[in-house]
């Protein structure tokens, strides 16, 4: 089992920058898709952007695509998003996700999932 830890998260003016990072631990973590999520109070999770295993296939939600980039450290057991041009609708809670099967856009496509990182853009 893969345990996932945020780290990054802050509070930004819109058209800055942030990078997130979402260190695993517990498993063989190139065996895993990963893929980021944002969630906003009274809603779901959304879809931000998702990586497959050696990092070759990238997919972003169409809100984030030229703004955000998803990327892996395999040696480093480390995913990251990179988040450039941010926008107060960008605020939220990012969560890391874990993926043994297939890299997927949805949450329930996930088996595992970090706590989360506080992402607040101001305008």
């Known amino acids: 089992q893969v345990q996932l830890v945020e780290s990054g998260g802050g509070l930004v003016q819109a058209g800055g920058s942030l990078r997130l990072s979402c260190a695993a631990s517990?498993?063989?973590?190139?065996?895993?898709?990963m893929g980021w999520f944002r969630q906003t109070p009274g809603k779901e999770r959304a879809f931000v952007a998702a990586i497959s295993r050696s990092g070759g296939s990238t997919y972003y939600a169409d809100s984030v695509k030229d703004r955000f980039t998803i990327s892996r450290d395999n040696a480093k057991n480390t995913v990251y998003l990179q988040m450039n041009s941010l926008k107060p609708e960008d605020s939220g809670v990012y969560s890391c996700?874990?993926?043994?099967?297939?890299?997927?856009?949805?949450?329930?496509?996930?088996?595992?999932w970090g706590k989360g990182t506080q992402v607040t853009v101001s305008s």
């Open positions: 996700a874990a993926s043994i099967w297939r890299t997927s856009q949805v949450a329930t496509g996930y088996d595992y």
């Open positions: 517990g498993g063989t973590f190139s065996n895993y898709r």
